[in-house]
């Protein structure tokens, strides 16, 4: 681990005053974890050291970047050590070529940088600063740790090692960490290429466990509550490995356009595929393999779908297609996978639903139902659903009811496109054996029983006002043809009001 450097090593130098220690300390911790060495005080001295000639060789000699802290603490002072510092660094920064990257002013509070000469015309408040406090920390102490990375000689440095050193240095959780990094670098031409080597590096996290053989291997064995238990763990860390993926795929699906969001398009292909591979394994281990892929799915289209992008909707869900063991020709992901796919049994699901709803872990919430405190969930796969992405639409709807309301229609959204995609397989191949309806059925069908609307009818109604000219026929969706969208929406209406009268 990276710690304070002497004054002859290569070094990050941090100016600062003392009343902005804890801001450092923070500071420091981000770059021990990012292993950059860093000289940051007075104190390093020994004793009978002349400070003046250390610093300025720490200065000089050693150090690659020059941080420069502010808060109202260092403004209200009229003489500082810092001060000392500043003008020992900017001396050296005159001697440097423009534009090179050195000293990099750091902001703990809202206030300015002080309008330090610098020379040449240039003033140290016209330099790009680092905004280390308030809501974008986290994201702003990533982008500092790669723009250091790149200054002390790693020839591409990495984002996903930049942010798993503030997560390590901040505890922040990394689900809400790529949120904040995809907000700021989505819309950013320059960091474009940044952003997708961070979704890649979250693909691959996820891919990894859903390749690793002996995740499936077993054992598998003990009771029926244990083996339920243990399936449900495993759905449980599936989540805890996709979330910081399908957190960054909700902000790219609402603000992104169908040319940026290739990388988490590619992310979804790819989870649906490792699930659908052959392999040995304990079955149902083997089935829950199917959760990030059919998460992400239900992260996108309710994103995407409540922000009326539906070319987003296309890219992300419809187009996506991967071989099938039992097909010649690739399949939409919506027809290879579903909310039911995950769960061998109703029990796992339940106990699922209840740990999360509750807040309790797998084993205390399966008893619940096996000493019944508790009755069933009518969609217990839709509950747990419901629950577990909720924090990842905070920010897009506080109030519950609006959430509620977006849910149920992006469970029906979801459901008619996948009718639509049976449709389309059946009339290519009249003679074969496919699934007569949809399989992307929840929560919608009780609460359209406890009165709480009709998605589907608000969805025909949609498209009887607005006929070819409907948004989603616009972006191409059920093949632009309103014959196709009424046919998938009539085929999963009925199917709908069949299943809603069972949740009486």
Same mark, same amino acid.
């Given at each position: 681990?990276?710690?304070?450097?002497?004054?002859?090593?290569?070094?990050?130098?941090?100016?600062?005053?003392?009343?902005?220690?804890?801001?450092?300390?923070?500071?420091?911790?981000?770059?021990?974890?990012?292993?950059?060495?860093?000289?940051?005080?007075?104190?390093?001295?020994?004793?009978?050291?002349?400070?003046?000639?250390?610093?300025?060789?720490?200065?000089?000699?050693?150090?690659?970047?020059?941080?420069?802290?502010?808060?109202?603490?260092?403004?209200?002072?009229?003489?500082?050590?810092?001060?000392?510092?500043?003008?020992?660094?900017?001396?050296?920064?005159?001697?440097?070529?423009?534009?090179?990257?050195?000293?990099?002013?750091?902001?703990?509070?809202?206030?300015?940088?002080?309008?330090?000469?610098?020379?040449?015309?240039?003033?140290?408040?016209?330099?790009?600063?680092?905004?280390?406090?308030?809501?974008?920390?986290?994201?702003? $102490?990533? !982008?500092?740790? @790669?723009?250091? *990375?790149?200054?002390?000689?790693?020839?591409?440095?990495? %984002?996903?090692? +930049?942010? &798993?050193?503030?997560?390590?240095?901040?505890?922040?959780?990394?689900?809400?960490?790529?949120?904040?990094?995809?907000?700021?670098?989505?819309?950013?031409?320059?960091?474009?290429?940044?952003?997708?080597?961070?979704?890649?590096?979250?693909?691959?996290?996820?891919?990894?466990?859903?390749?690793?053989?002996?995740?499936?291997?077993?054992?598998?064995?003990?009771?029926?509550?244990?083996?339920?238990?243990?399936?449900?763990?495993?759905?449980?860390?599936?989540?805890?490995?996709?979330?910081?993926?399908?957190?960054?795929?909700?902000? $790219?699906? !609402?603000?992104? @356009?169908?040319? *940026?969001?290739?990388?988490?398009?590619?992310?979804?292909? %790819?989870?649906? +595929?490792? &699930?659908?591979?052959?392999?040995?394994?304990?079955?149902?281990?083997?089935?829950?393999?199917?959760?990030?892929?059919?998460?992400?799915?239900?992260?996108?289209?309710?994103?995407?779908?409540?922000?009326?992008?539906?070319?987003?909707?296309?890219?992300?869900?419809?187009?996506?297609?991967?071989?099938?063991?039992?097909?010649?020709?690739?399949?939409?992901?919506?027809?290879?996978?579903?909310?039911?796919?995950?769960?061998?049994?109703?029990?796992?699901?339940?106990?699922?639903?209840?740990?999360?709803?509750?807040?309790?872990?797998?084993?205390?919430?399966?008893?619940?139902?096996?000493?019944?405190?508790?009755?069933?969930?009518?969609?217990?796969?839709?509950?747990?659903?419901?629950?577990?992405?909720?924090?990842?639409?905070?920010?897009?709807?506080?109030?519950?009811?609006?959430?509620?309301?977006?849910?149920?229609?992006?469970?029906?959204?979801?459901?008619?496109?996948?009718?639509?995609?049976?449709?389309?397989?059946?009339?290519?191949?009249?003679?074969?054996?496919?699934?007569?309806?949809?399989?992307?059925?929840?929560?919608?069908?009780?609460?359209?029983?406890?009165?709480?609307?009709?998605?589907?009818?608000?969805?025909?109604?949609?498209?009887?006002?607005?006929?070819?000219?409907?948004?989603?026929?616009?972006?191409?969706?059920?093949?632009?043809?309103?014959?196709?969208?009424?046919?998938?929406?009539?085929?999963?209406?009925?199917?709908?009001?069949?299943?809603?009268?069972?949740?009486?």
């Amino acid at each position: 681990m990276a710690t304070m450097a002497d004054a002859d090593g290569k070094h990050v130098f941090i100016s600062y005053v003392r009343e902005d220690s804890e801001g450092v300390d923070a500071l420091c911790a981000v770059l021990e974890a990012a292993q950059i060495p860093y000289w940051r005080d007075r104190s390093a001295l020994g004793p009978g050291d002349a400070w003046k000639v250390k610093i300025r060789e720490a200065i000089r000699k050693g150090a690659l970047v020059f941080l420069a802290c502010f808060s109202d603490s260092s403004r209200g002072k009229d003489r500082s050590y810092m001060n000392e510092e500043l003008t020992l660094a900017a001396e050296e920064f005159r001697m440097m070529p423009p534009g090179r990257t050195w000293l990099i002013p750091i902001r703990f509070d809202d206030g300015d940088v002080p309008p330090w000469d610098l020379g040449a015309g240039r003033m140290l408040s016209d330099l790009n600063y680092s905004d280390l406090f308030g809501p974008t920390y986290t994201a702003n $102490a990533t !982008r500092l740790v @790669t723009t250091i *990375l790149r200054l002390t000689g790693e020839k591409r440095p990495d %984002s996903a090692t +930049a942010l &798993a050193a503030v997560e390590q240095a901040t505890h922040a959780g990394r689900a809400d960490l790529l949120k904040r990094l995809t907000k700021e670098m989505l819309l950013d031409p320059a960091r474009r290429i940044e952003l997708d080597d961070l979704v890649s590096h979250e693909v691959q996290r996820v891919m990894a466990a859903l390749s690793d053989a002996d995740r499936v291997a077993g054992p598998f064995g003990g009771s029926n509550d244990e083996r339920v238990v243990q399936v449900a763990q495993e759905a449980q860390d599936l989540w805890s490995l996709a979330q910081p993926f399908c957190a960054s795929l909700q902000v $790219a699906a !609402r603000w992104g @356009t169908a040319d *940026l969001i290739a990388p988490w398009a590619n992310g979804l292909r %790819s989870f649906v +595929a490792a &699930a659908n591979k052959i392999q040995s394994g304990v079955q149902p281990l083997l089935e829950v393999r199917h959760l990030p892929g059919m998460v992400g799915i239900v992260t996108a289209t309710l994103a995407a779908a409540s922000s009326r992008k539906w070319d987003n909707v296309k890219t992300l869900v419809v187009d996506p297609t991967v071989r099938d063991r039992y097909e010649q020709k690739p399949l939409p992901i919506l027809d290879v996978t579903d909310p039911y796919k995950p769960f061998a049994t109703d029990e796992v699901s339940n106990t699922l639903a209840r740990a999360a709803i509750s807040g309790r872990d797998p084993e205390d919430a399966l008893k619940d139902f096996t000493e019944r405190r508790h009755g069933k969930y009518h969609t217990p796969v839709a509950e747990w659903l419901h629950h577990i992405v909720r924090p990842l639409f905070l920010d897009q709807w506080p109030d519950q009811d609006t959430y509620d309301a977006e849910f149920d229609r992006a469970e029906v959204i979801l459901g008619v496109l996948a009718q639509d995609v049976v449709n389309v397989r059946a009339a290519a191949d009249p003679s074969g054996h496919h699934w007569g309806r949809s399989h992307w059925y929840g929560r919608s069908t009780w609460r359209f029983s406890h009165h709480h609307g009709n998605p589907v009818e608000e969805l025909t109604l949609e498209l009887s006002t607005h006929g070819k000219q409907w948004d989603p026929l616009q972006a191409n969706l059920f093949g632009g043809d309103e014959g196709r969208a009424q046919k998938a929406l009539s085929m999963y209406g009925e199917s709908f009001l069949q299943i809603a009268r069972h949740r009486w």
